[in-house]
């Protein structure tokens, strides 16, 4: 058993922002027990209780619940920054030429590393990535991301049309390689399948057929696309889809909908899509730096929850502009104050909550992690930052706990995450 020392933060109750509040621990203890919290409370207690456990002193700085990132594309690890354009030509000029480079195996292998160590120095605890058009591709990513020991839900991206050539497949290839990568990886440690077409405007009906086959055949698996990003891609997907209702309806009338779908960027999302959505119990993972710096929209967070559909963060590398999930945390407060009337004002515990909890919730993993409970993965972040920096300045004069939270959200970047644990085991790439 070890013991924790320090000040935690989390936000255990609660399903949507808005409301969220936060449970702030100082100078408390949680005693970890292969991985898992067994006991939390005020540290002199615990440690009164257990004198001859291992203490881990992180009394100096922050500890919060290891984040966790609801879209991340890893090819993307090396086109992060490509400013300037709207999706569609982003896509074309900067992240499918990139993807396309995953061909090579030696190249694939070393954004697979890039990718993870992106993730674990951002406090990135667990992810639902995108992976490779390129099986192997994928297969170095798992590999890289067990080796790690990183949780991560992903799989191999497939298109029949509309990318480069390369990127291309077939609906029985994207079937037959995507059943093996499953057979391979799915449940495997802290592994897990998605079934993942790119976008409805890159795949035919017969890949989402395939899809929602392997779903099927693959018991808890997961399934992740985009949708309603752009106006131009909406309108291209309505041309390609007559006789869908709506984008949303691409999916659904495939049977690719339900609990254990998570949805990108939904920012031109319609009344009834929204509706469908919360009927299906599906997900949204929201992505602000990427919405802006594509210049797609401003996010309507409080029409999806208004509907009850879950919302979650995600960072969308390569068109976000990198793994931080407090940069993240703080451009969805941005967007929401820039919304007018429409906007959702976010509080420093919804932002946590986004980051940390309503990840948990939409990956189906809220009984594992997500915050500090007793019961839960010792999954966490420590955040310190150098003495005299602005952030420390700013954490050292906090009002309260929450004020410093929302100086950690304004102002931490990767070098204040100086620690993170998965299931109670330090990362080494922290």
Not at 232 to 237: C, H, I, M, P, T
Not at 260 to 275: C, F, M, R
Request: glycine share 10%; net charge negative.
């Amino acid at each position: 058993m070890t013991l924790f020392r320090g000040t935690f933060l989390d936000t255990p109750d609660g399903d949507a922002p808005g409301s969220i509040r936060l449970r702030a621990d100082t100078d408390a203890g949680l005693l970890v027990t292969d991985g898992t919290i067994v006991e939390r409370g005020r540290f002199v207690d615990v440690a009164a209780r257990h004198p001859e456990e291992d203490v881990v002193d992180l009394s100096a700085g922050l500890v919060l619940p290891g984040l966790i990132d609801t879209h991340v594309h890893y090819p993307q690890v090396r086109s992060i920054g490509a400013l300037g354009m709207p999706l569609l030509d982003w896509l074309e000029k900067s992240a499918l030429p990139e993807e396309a480079r995953l061909e090579d195996p030696g190249y694939a292998n070393g954004a697979a590393t890039d990718f993870v160590r992106g993730l674990v120095s951002a406090g990135t605890t667990t992810a639902l990535v995108f992976g490779a058009h390129f099986a192997p591709a994928v297969e170095n990513l798992f590999d890289e991301a067990e080796r790690v020991g990183l949780r991560v839900t992903a799989g191999l991206v497939v298109s029949d049309r509309a990318l480069p050539e390369p990127l291309l497949t077939t609906a029985e290839r994207a079937y037959e390689e995507s059943l093996t990568l499953a057979k391979r990886w799915h449940d495997r440690g802290r592994l897990r399948y998605a079934v993942t077409p790119r976008f409805s405007l890159s795949a035919s009906a017969a890949v989402l057929d395939a899809c929602a086959a392997v779903l099927t055949e693959v018991p808890g698996a997961w399934f992740t696309t985009h949708a309603n990003e752009n106006t131009a891609e909406v309108a291209q997907v309505a041309r390609l889809f007559p006789e869908a209702r709506d984008y949303i309806d691409t999916y659904d009338r495939h049977g690719l909908l339900g609990p254990q779908s998570v949805i990108a960027h939904n920012v031109h999302a319609t009344d009834p899509e929204l509706s469908m959505l919360s009927d299906r119990g599906a997900s949204v993972a929201h992505c602000p730096t990427s919405n802006c710096a594509l210049g797609s929209g401003l996010f309507d967070l409080r029409r999806h929850v208004d509907h009850g559909v879950r919302v979650a963060l995600g960072s969308d590398v390569g068109a976000g502009t990198g793994f931080g999930l407090f940069k993240e945390g703080l451009q969805a407060y941005f967007v929401q104050q820039l919304h007018g009337d429409r906007g959702l004002p976010l509080s420093a515990p919804d932002l946590l909550h986004l980051a940390t909890r309503a990840g948990a919730l939409a990956l189906g993993q809220s009984e594992v992690v997500g915050d500090l409970s007793v019961g839960k993965a010792f999954d966490a972040v420590w955040v310190r930052p150098r003495a005299g920096d602005p952030l420390d300045v700013g954490l050292r004069h906090a009002a309260s706990a929450e004020d410093a939270l929302a100086k950690i959200f304004a102002m931490a970047c990767g070098s204040d995450v100086v620690g993170v644990w998965v299931g109670g085991d330090r990362l080494e790439s922290a």
